[in-house]
């Protein structure tokens, strides 16, 4: 049975913190968005530009004064470039295809993909306590749905398989680009992957903007009403990415794609204080349920260390254990081989000095007998 000490811990802490910090900044560009959508500016990928540009020119800057190797191929980076636009592209155009609802709803389609992709490319295990968070998270987002749907605050949509098909297919994306980002951050550098993703990201969008958002650019008028929300978005999508690898290599991308599901609970709090509307009663529910299960999924991290460092140590004093006795091995063969070789080498110099003595009395006698010649 687990004790507070070992559920508390500072791992746990820190992982729940920065992920509500995550999904904080992601309300933020969803109102962001909501504003420019009201002033009927619609250019997603021109909002996602400049975040790729600010990562180019921030982590681009430290990579350059670092002087360093690459420590994974550059054309990866161009891969995972091409998968964050187009993910942020897609999700966003859905909201012009279906309901709300709709696209909270398959949103959640990134979770189960996350953890299956982790489980096939990363080796990652999940234990009965990890797979019953991620369902009262998902169960938590699921009264939100019913929330809107009893409020009476579901509509449509121009073409709601269409839109549907965008999320599922956004959704999927995003838990590639995160999984990919796991495992850049955990074996390559996180500046590494930060420059290189806005180099190709900014890259990538500039082209799409070309062939698709020119003409929505041209006509968009720029007021300070207009740009503030929009240079919002990116400073908070700029923030965003800053600290996603952060969480990705401290919890992985399971814990990431959990905590951003309260993003929409933070969007309800900031409705009812900020904007003084009213909402369901679900919503509340809804939040502590998928804070409850945030807490059950990211708690217990110190006793899987503890097991952890205890199998390395029992490894640690089998591999001491083996040693000794090799050593031990080792120090008798070379005693024996000493002896022996000892032994081989003193019988020669017995011979060697008896045949020198056998010399020396031949040439005695040979002069004795050469003085009884003379």
Aim: with cysteine; net charge positive.
């Amino acid at each position: 049975m687990m004790s507070v000490k070992q559920f508390w811990t500072k791992k746990t802490l820190v992982g729940l913190g920065l992920g509500q910090f995550l999904s904080l900044l992601i309300t933020s560009t969803g109102f962001s968005s909501s504003e420019l959508a009201k002033k009927g500016i619609n250019a997603p990928t021109s909002q996602s530009f400049l975040n790729y540009v600010l990562l180019t020119v921030v982590y681009g800057s430290v990579m350059l004064y670092r002087r360093q190797a690459l420590k994974a191929k550059w054309y990866y980076y161009v891969v995972l470039g091409l998968v964050d636009v187009e993910a942020n592209y897609l999700v966003v155009k859905a909201y012009q295809y279906t309901s709300i609802t709709s696209v909270m709803l398959l949103d959640c389609w990134s979770i189960p993909s996350v953890m299956l992709l982790t489980f096939l490319f990363l080796k990652t295990k999940y234990r009965f306590r990890k797979i019953a968070g991620v369902i009262v998270c998902v169960a938590g987002l699921v009264m939100v749905v019913f929330s809107d749907v009893h409020a009476g605050d579901r509509s449509g949509g121009s073409n709601p398989r269409k839109g549907d098909l965008f999320v599922i297919a956004g959704a999927t994306l995003y838990a590639i680009s995160n999984v990919s980002e796991e495992f850049l951050v955990k074996n390559a550098d996180r500046v590494e992957l930060m420059s290189f993703l806005g180099l190709f990201g900014a890259i990538i969008s500039s082209i799409q903007i070309s062939i698709i958002e020119r003409n929505e650019l041209k006509s968009i008028r720029w007021t300070a009403g207009a740009a503030f929300p929009f240079f919002g978005f990116s400073l908070a999508m700029f923030l965003f990415y800053s600290f996603v690898p952060v969480l990705l290599k401290m919890s992985g991308s399971t814990m990431l794609n959990l905590s951003l599901l309260t993003s929409d609970m933070w969007a309800v709090l900031i409705r009812i204080f900020a904007y003084h509307e009213k909402v369901d009663w679900m919503y509340f529910l809804a939040f502590v349920a998928v804070a409850v299960g945030l807490i059950i999924y990211s708690g217990g991290d110190k006793e899987e260390d503890q097991r952890r460092t205890g199998v390395a140590d029992e490894d640690a004093d089998t591999s001491k254990h083996f040693d000794q006795e090799a050593g031990f091995d080792n120090l008798n063969r070379g005693t024996m081989a000493g002896s022996s070789k000892t032994g081989e080498t003193s019988t020669p110099d017995c011979t060697t000095s008896t045949g020198a003595r056998e010399i020396i009395s031949n040439k005695n006698v040979g002069k004795d007998t050469r003085g009884k010649k003379s």
